[in-house]
């Protein structure tokens, strides 16, 4: 009966240790709430751009390859310049036609055009008097019968068409003297302005010979090769961006009124559980969804959960999309 006594002494510590080892305290709630550990379960989520040229033409060069890595603003590739650098050189010639057209407008005549306008006119004023000397001599003389009525007749005409020319001199001097007018200067205006717009857009479109990197990244993919002929529906490259990086998880409803945006996580990888990365929680669903099959567990199978953003702070090369990781949460830890 003494050796009884501690052998049921040993077989009953043995299984308080196992049951403290698999956790039935906290299953049947012996401990408190705030002991427990918690803990969510999410995967990386990189976000990818696909790449290609705004206009159509053919692939000059490509610089990069797949696993390269690549800054924002670095040059990708290039397609063959020579069609938008000749389209550039016709709209700036132009441009400059128009704008000296314009400037003509502007400036109106010059000093020698009136001049020449005013001698045009002094000379229709000497001819007009001219022949209305040769108009009073003409209509003295008839009377007597010394000239014929024919004579008199090509007097008055010469008399009325040396009035008409004197006439027009007058208005062409005033016309210069006035100068251009607002309407002329104004349509003049608005052609330049539209060749100035036609001359940007051909300018941009050889800035688009250029293929550049929105940002920094990994190249994933390269799906085209100089030579080929591309439209911009076209893909070149796959870019996987460094930043930002996220972590989509899941929280049970009855877990959800501890968390808010900006509370800051601790997020962890099962390659390096030793080296946690911090984040913070940007987004929380306000919408509940059925557990998604990367995360489910037996216990939420059939709950409804909502989904969480966590942005890593200072992501790593070690995150890679898809990679399972842990979010732990250090101001929900006991104390």
Do not use: C
């Not at 090369?317 to 399972?324: E, H, K, N, V």
């Amino acid at each position: 009966m003494r050796r009884i006594v501690p052998f049921a002494i040993i077989i009953l510590l043995a299984g308080t240790a196992a049951a403290w080892w698999y956790g039935l305290p906290q299953k049947l709630g012996w401990l408190p709430e705030r002991s427990r550990e918690f803990a969510l379960y999410g995967n990386v989520d990189i976000r990818q751009v696909s790449l290609g040229f705004r206009v159509n033409g053919r692939i000059a060069s490509l610089a990069v390859d797949e696993g390269d890595t690549v800054t924002s603003g670095e040059v990708l590739g290039k397609l063959d310049a020579a069609p938008f650098e000749a389209a550039v050189a016709s709209a700036e010639a132009n441009v400059a036609a128009l704008q000296a057209t314009l400037d003509k407008l502007k400036a109106g005549p010059r000093q020698t055009e009136i001049a020449q306008a005013r001698a045009q006119y002094d000379e229709s004023l000497a001819a007009l008097n001219n022949a209305n000397l040769a108009y009073d001599r003409a209509r003295q003389l008839r009377p007597q019968g010394t000239i014929s009525e024919a004579s008199l007749d090509q007097a008055t005409a010469n008399r009325s068409m040396a009035a008409a020319r004197a006439e027009s001199a007058s208005e062409a001097l005033k016309l210069l003297e006035e100068g251009s007018r607002a309407e002329d200067i104004a349509a003049a205006e608005a052609q330049l302005t539209a060749a100035q717009s036609s001359l940007a857009s051909a300018r941009i479109s050889l800035a688009d010979t250029e293929l550049r990197a929105p940002n920094d990244g990994v190249i994933l993919s390269r799906v085209r090769e100089p030579g080929a002929i591309v439209s911009p529906a076209d893909i070149v490259y796959v870019l996987s961006l460094t930043e930002p990086v996220w972590v989509r998880s899941y929280v049970a409803e009855g877990d959800l009124g501890r968390l808010h945006p900006g509370m800051k996580v601790q997020v962890t990888s099962d390659t390096h559980p030793d080296k946690p990365y911090d984040g913070t929680i940007g987004f929380i669903s306000p919408v509940a969804e059925f557990t998604p099959k990367s995360v489910e567990t037996p216990q939420l199978r059939t709950d409804l959960v909502y989904r969480l953003r966590i942005v890593i702070d200072k992501p790593g090369p070690d995150l890679r999309q898809g990679m399972p990781v842990t979010i732990r949460f250090p101001s929900l830890a006991a104390p």
